[in-house]
């Protein structure tokens, strides 16, 4: 069965150095995005991209995050000068139609010291 | 917000019983999901139901949705050990750009064996 996959599925890093996980969404899916969880706290939406352009972001995807399509199968997510307050588990999801479910990759774990 | 929100925000059974958790949300869906997420994993896909639909079943999962409250269910019958997990509902709100979703804090469910 097609699922998200995530790379690394771990990254530490130290304050201030860039960082950027990737993603490989479902190979027909259109719509993707990225979320993020802190430990014992809800999951809560970073940035939707559709036909290479992002269409929503929240107000945690501030000017040191971004995101890029650089193929026909990569999703990344870069934050440019991580800080304490970026660790979390960073989720990838896609989904075929806006209709469809939402599917989710297993998560990169990012501790950032 | 429009953010939904689980009850009980902790559940614990033995196994073979049944487990029922709620969710409340504020504005008006299009759809809405439930996931599972194990310690410190990825979120699961479990079930969507449409804003049209009022039941829905898949496998031992059984999924109530009552627009008219904004609230939905979400009953496991004969539970396993293995279903000791987090369960989270997450909206689709209705006029959002693109299908970001809103999660609740989620119902950690314990079942003892």
């Known amino acids: 069965e097609p699922e998200v996959t995530q790379t690394p599925s771990h990254q530490v890093t130290q304050m201030g150095q860039e960082v950027i996980l990737r993603c490989v969404p479902i190979?027909?899916?259109?719509?993707f995005y990225w979320y993020r969880q802190i430990l014992g706290q809800k999951v809560e939406f970073l940035v939707s991209?559709?036909?290479?352009?992002?269409?929503?972001k929240s107000e945690i995807f501030d000017d040191q995050f971004s995101v890029e399509r650089p193929d026909g199968s990569n999703f990344t997510l870069k934050i440019r000068s991580t800080k304490l307050e970026d660790s979390a588990m960073y989720f990838c999801a896609s989904r075929e139609t806006l209709a469809g479910e939402q599917f989710f990759g297993p998560g990169t774990r990012l501790t950032v010291l | 917000s429009q953010q939904g929100e689980e009850d009980p925000q902790a559940l614990s059974i033995q196994e073979g019983e049944n487990a029922t958790m709620n969710c409340s949300y504020k504005?008006?869906?299009?759809?809405l999901q439930w996931y599972r997420q194990n310690s410190g994993r990825g979120l699961v896909h479990l079930i969507l139901?449409?804003?049209?639909?009022r039941e829905k079943h898949s496998g031992r999962l059984r999924v109530t949705l009552d627009t008219s409250k904004k609230s939905s269910s979400l009953l496991i019958t004969a539970s396993r050990a293995a279903d000791t997990a987090s369960y989270f509902c997450a909206t689709d709100a209705r006029g959002s750009t693109l299908g970001r979703l809103y999660f609740g804090r989620g119902t950690q469910l314990t079942v003892w064996p």
């Open positions: 190979s027909n899916h259109l719509y």
């Open positions: 139901i449409r804003s049209n639909e």
């Open positions: 991209f559709y036909n290479n352009e992002i269409s929503e």
């Open positions: 504005t008006s869906i299009n759809n």
